[in-house]
């Protein structure tokens, strides 16, 4: 029979155990913390049916949506009926549509799972990622407060994941709308697209986009331009110094006094939630390319990082799921996409291949002592303590070259000589190092070295 | 705008939140025993190649087989590219052969994805279920004893997952094989005919499948029909019983004689590794249908649920990657059909709703206090403790109530009394009871009562 290359498709990020382990590890941090502030788990199926899914995207999305067909309904013209989901926002939205009656507002899930986008295959790019979610829902309202819970979530899952200084940075859409208001640019596609020039900024430069605003696609005067380009550079260092900030702004329309309250509240909340103010910041320059956003907008950077990007964005919506219910269901969330900032930060060297999830090798030096070596795995087992036996004899070098392959730490021999004496050899192979110790007394000594290891990272 | 009905597609289980997390915990326990066990976590991707895929398959699975295509790819003639993964053992073989050089042999890895079959929509058929597999693939060979594991496995996961009494029950395919062979029926497709009438065993009863294979289809020998009945109605009731039942079978070819050789290791070794003798049994019964196996296979049940069949299947392979690769890949593995699992468990009552994976809820008084309600909040998540806050005000009585029906168990009261005694009041709403605690010793006081009430399950 001829063989089949055995390959993957571009895009998906596959990863071998050791790096799976790494990766599972952020996934358990971020759902513990997700946990900790009492959100639910949902997970909803790959496949939806495509009218569901396809209500609200606009061509760009759908040009990147996978349609799933059973080969029975591969013949048939048209649309096909099912295709994956391409994010967790618009599943949640059916989801809290259909089971509307049977769930308790506010509504607080979080998702985890893999999304799919028929992308064109690049650098970075993936078809198949997980996002991470969490989105509070209310029924007919949802008070801004809950605004200012999202960055102390934030705070939380990126402190203990512990990939360097972060800033969880804030703005407020309707700020942002009433200022432009403020300066005659009242049209919200105008001003999508002055925010989309003056997004370049930190490509371009200033006199790029100051040049853009005043030419003939846009036609603003040189004053107009001006105050964007000071409004879109805001950003605060201290909570004291976003209030003065803010106010500097000067009275305007009714958005951005609406805005600007809104703002402060939750600013304020943020430091109440015990996140401290290194961590947080405003940045008017922040959009999110999306129109679903109507209130507060998040990015969060790292610090030390800047080209990697937001690592986690998300905001305000004021109405989740108009297009299946006519019940009105505000929201605020956000998204870790997960597959990606792994991948970056692995590509920047920030995460390493993890140690093994197996704690100790016991070896095998006899065969006909198997028993024993079967009864001690068992009793490590029970203790908790992750365990793998050598059930093929070899060699006991070839054994160690094994474990150390692995990523396995410790080595538990057990030979006659041991027996005899009732003690047990542990080798450490991390530190080069060996020691006996009592048979007796093994789960107790492995379960401190393995805290200690644990608590060094 | 006309709203579109929000619904899922037939044949997927979307569950409420407490009913994830009930989900989850068994999803959590089936992770924690394979990891005790010393076995690696793999994810693949949900979609791969279809000339991949479908390499080894039969009609039947490709009949079933959800084929993907992004919008572009539509238009196009013939066999999609892409398809979703029907299980966990096709992409294991494609990820084995395809990394390697990468893995240490033996390669013990644990899976627990999602799969996808396009099957027609029927009560407890599922087109999206999660698989729980784990299977140690060998280099040129893997001994025996690596089939005595297995068991060890599946006994620690459900002795944990503590749905009731359960049976391990275990063949032999090289067994079977030679005693057929010693009856006359050597060609392994009529052996597989033979088998699949005494699969009708239970529900037809002896005199019908007698009458069929004596019949003109197959025109046994009244004998040998004798001889087949009672080999497949063989059970052990202990060890040493297995042991006289598989003697009792008297000599015959080479393949009986080897396969009762390995059930014979396999079983002492089962018993080494701590499975009480209760727990494991010889069925002579079980050919599990497909061609794949070759030596030990296993089913699972639940003792006082027979109709729900096999909870947890599996065996042993000669070759797990002939397609992709020319090295010789054995190995034996198993498969927990989680959702199926937890559908027919709920069915039958063994599973509840669990508790909220939200321990504490801390009301709302006076919206004046936040920063005190939220401080409160920090310290009990700093200490591990899921903490909701309401931070929507509203009646007492109302926030009391929403934590009921969101199954969250204490909730915390931090009135002007409270704040100005530095206590608390802990209201448990399972027990219907509330007491007042100092501040100070709060956080002590819950975690001695989540750790009372998780030891309650």
Same mark, same amino acid.
């Given at each position: 029979?001829?063989?089949?290359?055995?390959?993957?498709?571009?895009?998906?990020?596959?990863?071998?155990?050791?790096?799976?382990?790494?990766?599972?590890?952020?996934?358990?941090?971020i759902r513990?913390?997700y946990e900790r502030f009492g959100f639910l788990p949902v997970e909803t199926p790959a496949i939806e049916f495509s009218d569901v899914l396809l209500t609200k995207t606009?061509?760009?999305? !759908?040009?990147?949506v996978?349609?799933v067909?059973?080969?029975?309904?591969?013949? #048939?013209?048209?649309?096909?009926e099912l295709a994956l989901r391409f994010d967790l926002t618009v599943p949640l939205a059916r989801y809290v549509a259909e089971h509307e009656h049977d769930l308790s507002f506010p509504f607080r899930r979080y998702q985890m799972q893999r999304v799919y986008?028929? !992308?064109?295959?690049?650098?970075?790019?993936?078809?198949?990622?997980y996002q991470c979610d969490i989105d509070v829902i209310g029924k007919d309202g949802l008070s801004?407060?809950y605004?200012?819970e999202i960055?102390?979530v934030?705070?939380?899952?990126?402190?203990?994941?512990?990939?360097?200084?972060?800033?969880?940075?804030?703005?407020?859409?309707?700020?942002?709308?009433?200022?432009?208001?403020?300066?005659?640019?009242?049209?919200?596609?105008?001003?999508?697209?002055?925010?989309?020039?003056?997004? #370049?900024?930190? #490509?371009?430069?200033?006199?790029?986009?100051?040049?853009?605003?005043?030419?003939?696609?846009?036609?603003?005067?040189?004053?107009?331009?001006? #105050?964007?380009?000071?409004?879109?550079?805001?950003?605060?260092?201290?909570?004291?110094?976003?209030?003065?900030?803010?106010?500097?702004?000067?009275?305007?329309?009714?958005?951005?006094?609406?805005?600007?309250?809104?703002?402060?509240?939750?600013?304020?909340?943020?430091?109440?939630?015990?996140?401290?103010?290194?961590?947080?910041?405003?940045?008017?320059?922040?959009?999110?390319?999306?129109?679903y956003?109507t209130?507060?907008?998040?990015?969060?950077?790292?610090?030390?990082?800047?080209?990697?990007?937001?690592?986690?964005?998300g905001g305000r919506y004021e109405n989740l799921a108009s297009q299946y219910t006519k019940s009105k269901l505000p929201g605020v969330g956000i998204s870790i996409?997960?597959?990606?900032?792994?991948?970056?930060?692995?590509?920047?060297?920030?995460?390493?291949?993890?140690?093994?999830?197996?704690?100790?090798?016991?070896?095998?030096?006899?065969?006909?002592?198997?028993?024993?070596?079967?009864?001690?795995?068992?009793?490590?087992?029970?203790?908790?303590?992750?365990?793998?036996?050598?059930?093929?004899?070899?060699?006991?070098?070839?054994?160690?070259?094994?474990?150390?392959?692995?990523?396995?730490?410790?080595?538990?021999?057990?030979?006659?000589?041991?027996?005899?004496?009732?003690?047990?050899?542990?080798?450490?192979?991390?530190?080069?190092?060996?020691?006996?110790?009592?048979?007796? !007394?093994?789960?107790?000594?492995?379960?401190?070295?393995?805290?200690?290891?644990?608590?060094?990272?």
């Open positions: 029979m001829a063989l089949t290359p055995a390959r993957t498709m571009p895009g998906v990020l596959e990863l071998l155990p050791l790096d799976q382990i790494a990766f599972q590890r952020m996934l358990d941090t513990r913390n606009g061509g760009e999305t !759908e040009r990147q996978y349609f067909q059973s080969t029975g309904a591969l013949a #048939k013209e048209g649309t096909p986008r028929g !992308e064109r295959a690049q650098r970075g790019r993936f078809r198949e990622f801004v407060r605004d200012a960055p102390a934030i705070y939380s899952v990126f402190r203990e994941l512990d990939i360097g200084p972060f800033t969880i940075q804030l703005n407020n859409r309707k700020l942002m709308r009433g200022y432009f208001e403020s300066l005659g640019i009242a049209d919200g596609e105008r001003q999508m697209l002055v925010l989309r020039e003056v997004d #370049k900024l930190d #490509k371009r430069g200033a006199d790029y986009v100051r040049d853009t605003l005043t030419g003939e696609g846009f036609g603003l005067s040189a004053e107009v331009a001006g #105050k964007i380009l000071d409004f879109v550079q805001v950003r605060s260092t201290s909570l004291e110094d976003a209030f003065g900030k803010l106010d500097a702004l000067g009275s305007g329309p009714e958005a951005l006094e609406q805005g600007r309250a809104e703002l402060k509240e939750v600013l304020g909340l943020i430091r109440d939630f015990g996140v401290p103010e290194s961590h947080f910041a405003l940045n008017l320059s922040i959009a999110r390319g999306l129109d956003y209130g507060t907008v998040y990015e969060t950077t790292l610090n030390e990082h800047p080209q990697i990007g937001s690592i986690c964005s996409g997960l597959t990606r900032l792994y991948w970056q930060l692995r590509d920047a060297g920030l995460v390493d291949t993890a140690r093994s999830t197996v704690d100790v090798l016991v070896t095998q030096m006899d065969e006909a002592r198997m028993p024993a070596y079967l009864a001690l795995a068992s009793e490590l087992r029970g203790a908790g303590i992750a365990t793998e036996v050598v059930l093929e004899g070899g060699k006991l070098g070839k054994q160690f070259k094994y474990a150390d392959r692995a990523g396995i730490r410790f080595v538990v021999v057990l030979g006659e000589d041991e027996l005899a004496k009732g003690v047990v050899t542990v080798k450490d192979l991390r530190r080069e190092d060996q020691f006996e110790v009592a048979r007796t !007394e093994l789960v107790k000594t492995l379960r401190v070295e393995l805290e200690q290891a644990a608590a060094m990272g």
